[in-house]
C-alpha cells in the first residue's frame, strides 16, 4: 500500500511538473557551470530605472569586483571568474577591462565564441594589442583560419610578440 502510494503521489508530481511546461531543467549555479548568453541584450532588463539601480551597483562595486576577477584569472579559476562577473553582463557596462576577464573566463574554458563576443566588445571600447591575439586565437579554435591570420597579421604590426611568434609558426 505505502509503495503505490508513493509512486501514485510521485507519478502526480511529474506529470504536474511536465504539465506546466517545467520538466527536469537542473541548474547548476553555484557550481562549475559556466554561464553564456547573447552578449549585450537588453531585454533582460527592459525598465530604466532597474537598469540604472544595476548600472548604479556595478559602479560601485567596479574596483573591488575587477580586483577579485583579476586575482581569480592569477589563479587559473576561470569558473569563478566567470560566476563574479557573469551577473553585470546584462546591464552592459561600458567597461573595457570587465569584458577583457569575462572573455578570457570563457576563452580558457574552452567556449570561443562567448570569449570572442567578450574580447570584441572590449577591443571596441579600448584598443589593447593584447586583444588582438586572443581575437585571433578564438577564430583559430573555431576553424576561421582565415579572420585568424588577418588578426595575427594586425597585432603583429602593432607590437604583439605573441601575434608576432604565431605568424612565424
Not at 580558457?108 to 570569449?115: C, D, F, K, M, V
Request: glycine share 8%.
Amino acid at each position: 500500500m505505502k509503495k503505490t502510494l508513493v509512486v501514485v503521489l510521485l507519478t502526480l508530481c511529474l506529470h504536474q511538473t511536465h504539465a506546466q511546461g517545467g520538466g527536469f531543467a537542473p541548474t547548476n549555479l553555484g557550481g562549475p557551470a559556466m554561464k553564456y548568453q547573447g552578449l549585450r541584450d537588453t531585454d533582460l532588463v527592459p525598465d530604466a530605472a532597474q537598469r540604472e539601480k544595476g548600472l548604479k551597483e556595478w559602479t560601485n562595486k567596479r574596483d573591488t569586483t575587477l580586483a577579485k576577477a583579476k586575482k581569480l584569472l592569477d589563479e587559473k579559476n576561470y569558473t569563478a571568474v566567470n560566476q563574479l562577473l557573469f551577473p553585470y553582463d546584462h546591464l552592459e557596462p561600458e567597461d573595457a577591462v570587465f569584458y577583457d576577464y569575462l572573455g578570457k573566463s570563457y576563452f580558457y574554458a574552452g567556449l570561443h565564441q562567448p570569449a570572442l563576443d567578450c574580447f570584441v566588445i572590449s577591443n571596441d571600447q579600448k584598443k589593447q594589442t593584447e586583444l588582438l591575439f586572443f581575437i585571433g586565437q578564438c577564430h583559430e579554435k573555431m576553424g576561421n583560419e582565415k579572420e585568424a591570420m588577418k588578426f595575427y597579421k594586425k597585432g603583429a604590426k602593432e607590437g604583439s610578440v605573441e601575434c608576432k611568434a604565431k605568424l612565424a609558426e
